[in-house]
Every structure is written in structure tokens, then in C-alpha cells.
């Protein structure tokens, strides 16, 4: 499988705190990755030097045979990165369809807003026909989520990035979440998935491979099983599962 995304010692230091510490790994196209560890492990942080929205203390990032290390996040997003964040940016103000119809404008695909058919299909992807001409501030949470996935989906993004997407979300609604990463690989709506997230379960679904972080460092590699079994996760864990 060709090598989407390429980490080599990626490391970032907030005021002599390493965060995240001589990481390397491939992005491996055709597959969701999920990133796992506790609280401060440093996930946030990796996904935001992925993305642009912070700058690296040193190593180097290449996406799609291309060095974006010193590339800010707009830039990136027209090479074709997309994050979701874990807390919302919608317009609450606007109803749905327009923060949908705006949403590839705002998130840098250019000056020219989505065309109808566009915001169409992605309004019956995300299960918000029926809510498209309601204020986004009167959808529940796990609603405003899957606008705002549905607005970042429309910049159409090769690598799609997500901070905890099912936090606040139903159980139904994370499963459909888990059903919409696997259909957008498989249907290569985009090219790869990394996913951020607590809920295993979900996790444990989704991913072909989980990568697991501890204390700024990749203590594992493999399927949720695999890693979940990992010595080196046991001892950092204590026994608990990731």
C-alpha cells in the first residue's frame, strides 16, 4: 500500500514540556488509523502538527510525496487536509444548509461557495435533510458534529482528521460515524482516515490500525487486539485497556 502521509521525528516542546517526542510513522492510504492513550499522552497535539495549526519543534511531515513541515494550515488544507475538530466551529446563526454551502469557502477550497447538488448529497450523507433549513444553533451536539464533518467532507480532503469525533454523540450516532469513515475510504471519497478517540469500542471498529501514545512517545503499533495485548502497553496502563 503506498504511504500517504510520512512522520520522521516529529517532536514539539511547549517551554522545555515535550508534548510529542521523536514520533515516525507512515499513513498508509486506503486506511482509517485510530490514535489512542490517556489524557496529555499527546494525540491533540500530533494531529494539530499534522494539520498546520501548530509548528514543529523539529522532524519533518510529507504528504503526498510533497514537504509541507513549514506549510501553515491553509495551506495545507488546499493540498488536501481536512480536521474535524472535538469542539464545533459551525455558524450558529446560519442554518444548515448554508454552513454547509459556506463551509468549503471558509475551510480554504477557494472563493466559490458549494453548488446545490453538492450540498445535496452531503446534507443525505450526514442524515440532516430533513434539518437543512434549520439554525445550526438549534441542532443537538452530536448534530453540529456531523455538520461540521459534512462542511470539512466539502473542501474534499485526501487526509481527513478527527479529534474525538463521537464525543457528546448517541451510541446509534457512533455507530453511523464508524459506518461514514469506512464508507469514505472504501469509496475513496477520501484517501485515508486518522481518528483521535477514547471510545475503543468505536475504535475497534473502525480501524485497520491503532497507534498507541503514551507521554509523548508511539509505544505500539497494530490491530486493537494486537495492541491491546502489547507488553508495552500493559506496562504503561497498568493493566488497563487503552
Not at 512522520?7 to 516542546?13: D, H, L, Q, W
Not at 491533540?44 to 510525496?65: A, C, K, M, V
Not at 450526514?126 to 464533518?149: N, P, R, T, V, Y
Not at 508511539?218 to 491491546?228: L, P, Y
Request: overall charge neutral.
Amino acid at each position: 500500500m503506498t504511504a500517504l502521509v510520512e512522520i520522521r521525528e516529529v517532536s514539539k516542546s511547549f517551554g522545555g514540556f515535550m508534548a510529542v517526542q521523536d514520533v515516525s510513522f507512515d499513513l498508509t492510504e486506503g486506511e482509517v488509523t485510530g490514535l489512542v492513550g490517556s489524557n496529555g499522552a499527546g494525540k491533540t497535539t500530533l494531529l494539530n502538527l499534522l494539520y498546520g495549526r501548530i509548528e514543529l519543534s523539529q522532524g519533518r511531515i510529507d504528504f503526498d510525496g510533497a514537504d509541507i513541515s513549514d506549510l501553515p494550515a491553509h495551506q495545507r488544507v488546499r493540498r488536501g487536509l481536512g480536521m474535524v475538530f472535538q469542539h464545533t466551529t459551525v455558524f450558529p446563526a446560519l442554518g444548515v444548509r448554508e454552513n454547509l454551502r459556506l463551509g468549503a469557502m471558509r475551510k480554504g477550497r477557494g472563493s466559490d461557495a458549494s453548488s446545490p447538488a453538492e450540498v445535496d448529497a452531503m446534507l443525505e450523507m450526514i442524515g440532516l435533510s430533513s434539518k437543512q433549513f434549520d439554525s445550526a444553533s438549534k441542532l443537538s451536539h452530536g448534530e453540529q458534529q456531523w455538520l461540521e464533518i459534512g462542511m470539512v467532507l466539502l473542501t474534499k480532503p485526501s487526509l481527513l482528521l478527527l479529534d474525538e469525533p463521537t464525543s457528546g454523540m448517541t451510541r446509534s450516532e457512533a455507530a453511523r460515524m464508524a459506518e461514514l469513515c469506512r464508507r469514505l475510504v472504501a469509496e475513496r471519497t477520501v484517501r485515508a482516515v486518522v481518528v483521535v478517540e477514547h471510545n475503543i469500542d468505536f475504535i475497534r471498529r473502525v480501524s485497520n490500525r491503532v497507534l498507541v501514545m503514551h507521554r509523548g512517545t508511539i509505544i505500539a503499533s497494530g490491530t486493537i487486539d494486537e495492541v491491546q495485548h502489547d507488553q508495552a502497553v500493559r506496562d504503561a496502563f497498568l493493566g488497563r485497556t487503552v
